[in-house]
């Protein structure tokens, strides 16, 4: 089993759309999590940290489910500028040793 | 936010040959650095982590005779791929971060190097 996994996609939704995607870690340990966003080609861009107690930015929720295991993203009222590769990430542990693990990667493409 | 500078962006070179990835970081002081490797529609696989002044730790799988990190200041690290073979072509990014006690506290990345091996 992927220590993080995510559905790689991809969505392919009308602009205006609300969207959600899952992303699973193994890890029961894991410490903090982040949504990332990569456009084709370009490095990875923290789009944001996820909370236990869910958070907002924006157009964007995260919320963080530690009994289950597993991180969301929702992106409502979708825009073409969001089409992009969105990547789970998962921080495994306290110390400064510890491992960052990024998920696969869910693909949206967000259509006129 | 934080600035970091990755070079080249792009090289190509014939099989054989060595590559050195310079990545800075521009207005912040990287006491981790991360480098990773991307294949095409694949996630950031983790190559090796190095402290400054420290020995790289490298994954499971990456040769650290191959994939030669140094860390030398705090603004600065390279990897030089030795010897490259096509296999080796990939994208690479360099995340320099900063640390504390609970870990990885902001992780930056560099633009990338995306290197092609004839």
């Known amino acids: 089993r992927k220590e993080v996994e995510q559905d790689p996609g991809p969505f392919n939704v009308p602009e205006g759309a609300t969207v959600a995607f899952n992303c699973t870690y193994s890890n029961s340990a894991s410490q903090s999590f982040f949504w990332y966003r990569q456009d084709c080609r370009k490095e990875p861009k923290l789009l944001m940290s996820?909370?236990?107690s869910g958070n907002e930015d924006g157009r964007f929720t995260a919320q963080l489910n530690r009994a289950s295991q597993y991180i969301s993203l929702l992106i409502r009222d979708s825009k073409l500028s969001d089409s992009a590769t969105y990547l789970c990430v998962v921080n495994q542990g306290y110390s400064s040793a510890s491992k960052i693990i990024f998920g696969s990667g869910t693909r949206l493409s967000i259509r006129p | 936010g934080a600035v970091v500078s990755q070079h080249p962006s792009w090289v190509i070179c014939k099989s054989g040959t060595s590559v050195k990835i310079e990545c800075r970081s521009l207005?912040?002081?990287?006491?981790?650095m991360f480098w990773y490797r991307q294949f095409p529609k694949q996630s950031l696989m983790l190559m090796a982590t190095?402290?400054?002044?420290?020995?790289?730790?490298?994954e499971q799988g990456v040769e650290k005779d191959k994939f030669l990190i140094n860390h030398a200041s705090l603004t600065l690290s390279t990897l030089t791929v030795t010897s490259a073979h096509p296999e080796d072509s990939s994208f690479y990014i360099c995340s320099p971060t900063t640390t504390s006690a609970g870990g990885p506290e902001t992780q930056y990345f560099g633009p990338g190097t995306r290197l092609l091996v004839l």
């Open positions: 996820v909370y236990s």
């Open positions: 207005d912040f002081q990287a006491t981790t």
């Open positions: 190095s402290n400054e002044g420290s020995k790289a730790t490298y």
